[in-house]
């Protein structure tokens, strides 16, 4: 995986959608749905009923749902892409088409005529073919606000061994001996995994250029997050779960691994 981002995939998610009233933010915010045919272009919006999360079209072609304080907790990872909108259309399918008209991510969500986006008060933006979840980030919110995160900031790096882990210890993040970068819940268990075990991996460096790559013995990379581009950007172990990668004020990167 080198400019794409792991997706999060349909496991569980909330029934409670109500429709909310148009919230005012920077560039134009939608009320909390998308209906069948809208779309999102570059700098709108669309925002929770209680205004607590925001689903961005951003202008670097991503489309990132925050919460409050920023943190990012999902994203399709098209930065950098000439992404012109995000479009729900009518056939159900959540679709970022480019100034070519060329789609460059897609829920997949098709052959769904009427369904509709939601973007949820518990944090999770779900699409509906009416009154049946159909695609959901799972991005659900029923931990407790977030302490500390962990952080590399430009330049650092972990070496076989090292980890970073948020100030609460429920999630670390572990460059292994075995080669693999692998974050961890505090009971053990793997949460994502760069699947480089084997490789004979030095160390994870978070360049002063944006990028995270994992370089081998002879100096070779031999993993990216494929962020290059982003200088002054940290990669951040938060306390839901996500591993994200910031350039100043906007998410670039994630794990997509936010835990209920």
């Known amino acids: 995986m080198m400019n794409t981002m792991r997706r999060a995939f349909l ?21 909390q749905t998308l209906a069948p045919g809208q779309s999102l272009e570059r700098g709108n919006s669309v925002r929770s009923s209680n205004g607590r999360y925001t689903f961005v079209m951003q202008d670097d072609g991503n489309l990132v749902l925050y919460a409050p304080g920023s943190r990012a907790l999902w994203a399709t990872g098209t930065d950098g892409q000439a992404i012109r909108n995000a479009i729900m259309q009518q056939d159900g399918n959540l679709v970022l088409y480019d100034y070519a008209n060329r789609p460059k991510w897609a829920s997949n969500t098709n052959g769904q005529s009427g369904a509709y986006l939601v973007v949820q008060d518990d944090g999770n933006v779900v699409i509906y073919r009416p009154r049946v979840p159909i695609w959901a980030s799972n991005t659900n919110q029923n931990s407790p606000q977030c302490n ?19 100030g609460n210890g429920t999630y670390r993040l572990v460059m292994q001996d075995d080669g693999n970068l692998v974050v961890y819940r505090r009971n053990g268990s793997a949460v994502w995994a760069t699947g ?15 990028n995270l790559v994992l370089y081998d013995y002879a100096s070779r990379a031999r993993w990216a997050s494929g962020t290059n581009g982003n200088p002054g950007s940290t990669l951040e172990m938060q306390c839901d779960g996500n591993l994200v990668i910031y350039k100043p004020n906007a998410a670039i990167w994630a794990t997509n691994t936010v835990q209920r």
């Open 11 to 31: 496991r569980s998610m909330s029934f409670a959608a109500t429709l909310g009233l148009l919230t005012a933010l920077g560039g134009t915010a939608l009320a």
């Open 148 to 166: 500390t995160p962990g952080i590399l900031e430009p330049g650092q790096s972990l070496r076989r061994g090292a980890q970073v882990q948020t």
């Open 196 to 210: 480089t075990n084997g490789v004979s991996i030095r160390e994870a460096i978070m360049q002063q250029d944006g």
